[in-house]
């Protein structure tokens, strides 16, 4: 089967900027569907008619029940998405009611990534997008754990993927615009490269992804939405997924002799997964610098000697992993210099998680507020029973209009004073600010009665703690 049928991450040239990176569209044979929309096109003006399309990702989410063929169900939603006409921005559609097959198979369809093409949430129109649709279905096994020596806690997690339990994950994680797109195209073209079977001796490349920055960034979060992602993106080439945590720390804290049966046998798994070619596995190893630890003080002489083994085999075994093809190696680590570890020394994928960005704080205290608007811990009295918070971007639009324009509009004031929340909260890890809610929450004098005001006023006070008690 075709990859280059895969994802506008696959295809999708890199663009520095942000800005607009129109997708040529080789001359498709065209169908009856196709000429349709092209007479429809026609009516436009001649400066908006071209060849140029976007590619756009549209996820199709089957629901537990459902047993249709994935090839149905997006013939299905390609032609609903032809006769519709839509206009393309980034969140959930309505499954057309008039369509028996979708009602029945599938639970949601979302538009992704049209922010890769346009900015602050504007509008593709459907003449200028190719859809690229992706039908799956959510794993509900949940992890299939093996226990650590001490039997207390795990050294490795196994995931079907896509996995119920990492639903959502992605868009929930915010950075700066165009880093998350840009770790799914790095990604997406490592597989493509191995796929075509590239010679790695004339063009080199990896399948190692290592993300390094802060604690409580969202690193390993990150990883895991990230393998999510793909195993959707790629579902057509590889129909199985699996993602395998190790927990590395864990791995080497106290239980040695253990830990080298726990090697052989997750490595005897993982050679098992990989030779099934149609299987796509990630491997995920949390905090790789207690690898080149544990290494550097087995070798100082302090541990048993056995430890040494266990060790070196799991980096080997890593290193000989890193030649299949249908693997691709995750890996998070809270140092920031180099890390003396070979495997990850030739990462081709290294970027670095910094603490969010103003923009990035507000949205993700955007997204908690309206949580609570939404259960209804929270009563926004200016806004009756809107839950929606105005997104940053039109925040700062409304900003910079004159003030006898803007008036003082209720809603805006609310999301000034959140900005002001945003702004207190500098320096402070996605982590942190995930929690700030809930920490503000039991400051309350009286959490039953929550007005907003005064629940942002509070978030300050506790952001201003959290932030002197973290500088401590
Ligand atoms: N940029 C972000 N946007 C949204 N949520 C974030 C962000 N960064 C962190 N979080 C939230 O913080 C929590 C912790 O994230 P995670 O454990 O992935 O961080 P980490 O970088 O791996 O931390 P550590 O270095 O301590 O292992 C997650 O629930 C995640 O949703
Ligand atoms: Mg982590």
Not at 103 to 127: K, P, S, Y
Not at 411 to 440: D, M
Request: proline share 6%; charged share 25%.
């Amino acid at each position: 089967m075709e990859i280059s049928e895969e994802p506008n991450a696959a295809e999708a040239k890199p663009s520095e900027s942000n800005g607009i990176v129109p997708e040529l569209v080789p001359s498709p044979v065209v169908t009856e569907e196709k000429t349709l929309v092209s007479a429809e096109i026609s009516s436009y003006p001649s400066s908006i008619l071209s060849e140029d399309k976007f590619i756009v990702s549209v996820e199709v989410c089957l629901k537990p029940s459902s047993t249709a063929r994935n090839e149905d169900v997006r013939s299905a939603v390609e032609r609903m998405l032809e006769k519709r006409s839509l206009s393309y921005t980034n969140g959930p559609i309505p499954v057309p009611n008039d369509d028996p097959l979708l009602v029945e198979n599938v639970l949601r369809i979302d538009i992704c990534d049209t922010d890769e093409w346009v900015e602050n949430g504007e509008v593709l129109l459907f003449w200028q997008v190719k859809p690229a649709v992706h039908v799956y279905q959510l794993s509900e096994e949940g992890p299939c754990e093996e226990l650590g020596g001490d039997g207390q806690f795990s050294s490795f997690n196994e995931w079907n993927l896509p996995a119920k339990e990492f639903d959502g994950m992605w868009d929930s994680l915010i950075y700066e615009s165009g880093l998350k797109q840009r770790l799914l195209r790095y990604a997406a073209s490592a597989l493509i490269f191995t796929e075509k079977g590239v010679d790695p001796f004339l063009v080199s490349w990896n399948r190692i992804i290592l993300l390094h920055g802060p604690p409580g960034t969202g690193k390993t979060s990150l990883c895991k939405a990230l393998a999510q992602k793909l195993s959707i993106r790629f579902n057509s080439r590889y129909p199985q997924c699996q993602l395998i945590e190790v927990n590395a720390h864990s791995l080497f804290s106290k239980w040695f002799s253990e830990s080298g049966k726990l090697v052989a046998k997750l490595f005897q798994n993982i050679q098992e997964m990989v030779e099934e070619e149609n299987n796509l596995v990630f491997v995920l190893i949390d905090e790789v610098e207690s690898l080149a630890a544990a290494r550097n003080t087995a070798l100082a002489g302090s541990e048993p000697s056995d430890s040494i083994r266990v060790v070196n085999a799991l980096l080997t075994q890593l290193d000989k992993l890193k030649s299949s093809p249908n693997v691709i190696i995750m890996t998070t680590s809270n140092i920031t210099a180099a890390i003396d570890i070979a495997f990850v020394d030739r990462a081709d994928i290294k970027a670095y998680i910094g603490p969010p960005t103003l923009q990035a704080r507000y949205e993700i205290l955007r997204s908690c507020l309206q949580e609570l608007l939404r259960t209804g811990i929270l009563k926004n009295p200016q806004e009756g029973d809107c839950h929606e918070l105005q997104n940053y971007a039109s925040l700062k639009e409304k900003l910079l209009q004159p003030s006898e324009i803007l008036g003082s509009h209720a809603s805006s004031s609310s999301c000034n004073q959140l900005l002001k929340v945003a702004e207190a909260c500098e320096g402070l890890s996605g982590r942190s600010l995930r929690k700030l809610p809930f920490l503000a929450h039991a400051a309350l004098t009286n959490p039953y009665n929550c007005d907003f005001s005064k629940f942002l006023h509070t978030m300050i006070n506790t952001a201003k703690r959290e932030r002197s008690e973290s500088l401590n």
